[in-house]
């Protein structure tokens, strides 16, 4: 009979893999997921695990909040997402998070190259890099952005156009705990 799978882990998988759905369909990370997920973590190695526990739990929903921020202020992805990565975090402590937000963001890279190639927006594409490079420059002048997703959210080619990151944070998610179980089994 074979190991139990980890409660954290349980449990992100389960609203990971709600987000993903939630994504994918209304290019939506509802608050009604992320927020009860980021307090349930929180409360869960606060008990678990102690003053320790807690803090570890608060550094990883730390880390994971601070690293989508910018692409949140870059109007790059909506703040659903930023408060799934910090909810993810809260869960899974400050090592998984920033693992899974490098495997999630080179899905998304992947996924953006797909859309490219299959619409046929190389052009596009360059201008909108154009674009952002001073955006970048101008991030600790002004710190906002024009909400890009939420109005490209309403756009009718949505689908050719945003990439929904949740999806990729489930893709990246699962291939992690691919990769864990391999090296287990050797």
Not at 33 to 47: A, E, F, M, Q, R
Not at 75 to 100: H, R
Not at 125 to 149: F, S, Y
Request: with cysteine; charged share 10%.
């Amino acid at each position: 009979m074979g190991a139990a799978i980890p409660i954290p882990i349980a449990v992100v998988l389960c609203g990971i893999l709600v987000a993903a759905v939630t994504d994918i369909w209304k290019f939506k990370v509802h608050n009604l997921l992320t927020l009860p997920l980021l307090l349930s973590g929180l409360i869960y190695h606060g008990v678990t695990g102690g003053t320790a526990g807690l803090g570890e739990s608060v550094l990883g929903a730390v880390c994971g909040f601070g690293i989508m921020f910018g692409f949140y202020v870059m109007g790059g992805i909506g703040a659903g997402d930023v408060k799934l990565m910090a909810a993810i975090g809260a869960w899974l402590w400050l090592p998984v998070t920033f693992f899974l937000f490098l495997v999630s963001s080179l899905a998304a890279g992947v996924y953006a190259l797909v859309l490219i190639v299959v619409y046929g927006r190389a052009g596009e594409t360059w201008v909108n890099l154009q674009i952002l490079w001073p955006r970048l420059a101008a991030i600790g002048r002004h710190l906002g952005a024009d909400d890009q997703v939420e109005s490209g959210v309403q756009q009718p080619d949505r689908r050719q156009r945003m990439i929904p990151f949740a999806a990729m944070m489930a893709l990246g998610f699962l291939g992690l705990l691919v990769w864990a179980w391999q090296l287990r089994a050797q």
